[in-house]
């Protein structure tokens, strides 16, 4: 039997491990975990066992396993398992409850199979971010982003969102504009605002329509576009801006303009020489 591939990478960061298996068509026997787990099923079906109910797991539907949850199942369609999954200890769900409710109080996730567009969204994003090795500031915005969304809908508990004037907002974009260049973390604006992450997060993304982190590249871009105007090499503008390295600067540059640096400088370069 064909057994696929399988990539399992912790996040020292993030205190919790990300997998995926791809090409998978084995069955696993009812077993339980001491942790989380959140997985995505991005192909493939299965006849899903959990904590006593027979449920389907269908290709784009989301499983919320707690801790002790047992759970077993088995390929029912010709497709092979492609899923990927978070374990999240319940110590690193605790700190999240913390934040997210101001209760350290583990909730318990229900249902068990979940079809939920936004919520695969996210966990497919955070999940590609521990794989592609991202900045912690990226990294840790996701998980708040994924964990509100599940605590929200699917926790014990409602998780409501809490008051923050525009003032705090306007002070962590004025915290960003200054320290752009430096290696900011999602507590540093935090600790310049007044607000807890998941405040910060929540009423930013509601003032600004961007979140902290996209609001962050988008003044780190911007301010390389002027280094680059000026003749500046994207070595240094991506040294200047606060990128972590060359790659992760020309690809967010490229991303957010259209062009790699190098021919963003060459126009403005080709320009100057017009002129001369």
Same mark, same amino acid.
């Given at each position: 039997m064909k057994q696929g591939s399988r990539t399992i990478r912790y996040d020292e960061q993030l205190h919790l491990e990300a997998y995926s298996f791809e090409g998978v068509a084995q069955s696993f026997p009812q077993h339980f975990h001491a942790y989380y787990v959140w997985g995505y099923a991005a192909q493939g079906e299965r006849l899903l066992t959990c904590c006593g109910k027979q449920l389907t797991l269908a290709a784009g539907e989301t499983v919320l396993f707690n801790p002790g949850d047992d759970?077993?199942?088995?390929?029912?369609?010709?497709?092979?398992?492609?899923y990927?999954?978070?374990?999240?200890?319940p110590e690193t769900m605790a700190r999240l409850a913390q934040e997210l409710t101001g209760s350290e109080q583990l909730p318990r996730f229900a249902p068990a199979v979940v079809s939920d567009r936004e919520a695969a969204y996210y966990l497919r994003s955070l999940h590609a971010l521990i794989m592609n090795g991202a900045q912690a500031f990226a990294k840790e915005e996701a998980l708040l982003l994924l964990a509100s969304l599940l605590l929200e809908r699917y926790g014990a508990a409602s998780c409501p969102a809490a008051a923050a004037s525009d003032t705090a907002v306007e002070k962590a974009c004025a915290y960003m504009q200054e320290q752009f260049a430096q290696r900011l973390t999602l507590e540093n604006i935090c600790r310049a605002a007044g607000l807890s992450k998941s405040s910060l997060l929540r009423s930013f993304t509601r003032a600004k329509g961007v979140t902290p982190y996209r609001y962050l590249q988008t003044v780190r871009v911007s301010r390389a576009q002027k280094l680059l105007e !000026?003749?500046? =090499?994207?070595?240094?503008?991506?040294?200047?801006?606060?990128?972590?390295?060359? !790659?992760?600067? =020309?690809?967010?540059?490229?991303?957010?303009?259209?062009l790699t640096p190098g021919s963003y400088r060459e126009m403005f370069l080709k320009a100057g020489r017009e002129y001369e």
């Open positions: 759970h077993g199942c088995v390929q029912s369609s010709e497709a092979a398992l492609h990927l999954a978070l374990n999240v200890p !000026s003749g500046e =090499t994207p070595a240094t503008a991506a040294l200047l801006t606060g990128f972590a390295d060359q !790659s992760h600067f =020309t690809n967010t540059f490229t991303n957010f303009i259209g």
